[in-house]
């Protein structure tokens, strides 16, 4: 199973962008890059996925880097409802899917 | 559309006692998952399902038994409870496909006592 890395927690203020990265070197060619998020005390919510190409929806964009090695979701301005854990994870042709620790965003006012 | 739905939504146990969760899903999903969330961590995945009347472990299966006879239903079964499966459980379900996205239940939150 490819294996997700992310930085353990990050800060924003409200209003503005937040980056948040995620390493996938051991990516194969046919895993999609998934992002999910969990706000405090409910289950984990789908957020966005891509394989490629750069992909936008309405809660977020996700930045695919050319060797597909990383990605980072982008929250455009930043919300206090917008401090969640979020997990990337990596879909393969399997079922088994496997989260990591996460990255916890808390945001300031 | 009801989505995931576990049951119960709470419970205690003694230990050693046994119970089931249940997890429904109406979205006809073919995969079915049972994660468990220890405070402060992230998700750990116990069995899942590839389809009607298959079954796999995951990362922490031991202690656990699961079983999806019907495609709708993944069940994950706690034969004698121990304090160290005090944790909250969340099923999800999805297609196939490796674009799908999951979708989760809100949660069992279990104490063993």
């Known amino acids: 199973d490819a294996k997700t890395t992310q930085p353990n927690s990050m800060e924003s203020n409200e209003e503005e962008p937040v980056h948040l990265p995620c390493n996938h070197s051991t990516i194969s060619g046919t895993d999609y890059i998934h992002w999910y998020r969990q706000l405090p005390s409910q289950g984990p919510e789908y957020v966005i996925h891509g394989l490629t190409s750069n992909v936008n929806n309405r809660m977020a964009s996700l930045a695919i880097a050319e060797d597909r090695k990383s990605s980072t979701l982008i929250l455009h301005r930043a919300t206090l409802r917008d401090a969640a854990v979020y997990y990337c994870i990596l879909r393969d042709v399997g079922g088994k899917l496997i989260f990591g620790q996460g990255t916890e965003l808390s945001v300031k006012p | 559309n009801a989505g995931v739905t576990q049951t119960p939504k709470f419970r205690v146990l003694k230990t050693g006692q046994s119970m089931t969760l249940l997890c429904a899903q109406d979205?006809?999903?073919?995969?079915m998952y049972w994660y468990r969330q220890d405070p402060g961590m992230g998700l750990r995945l116990i069995h899942y399902?590839?389809?009607?009347?298959?079954?796999a472990k995951g990362e922490v299966p031991d202690g656990y038994n699961v079983s999806r006879l019907k495609k709708q239903n993944f069940l994950l079964g706690l034969e004698s409870a121990a304090p160290s499966q005090t944790s909250v459980y969340f099923c999800?379900?999805?297609?196939?496909?490796?674009?799908?996205?999951?979708?989760f239940g809100n949660g069992t939150r279990l104490t063993v006592t």
């Open positions: 399902s590839v389809g009607e009347g298959t079954t």
């Open positions: 999800a379900s999805s297609y196939r496909m490796r674009d799908s996205p999951l979708h």
């Open positions: 979205m006809n999903h073919e995969y």
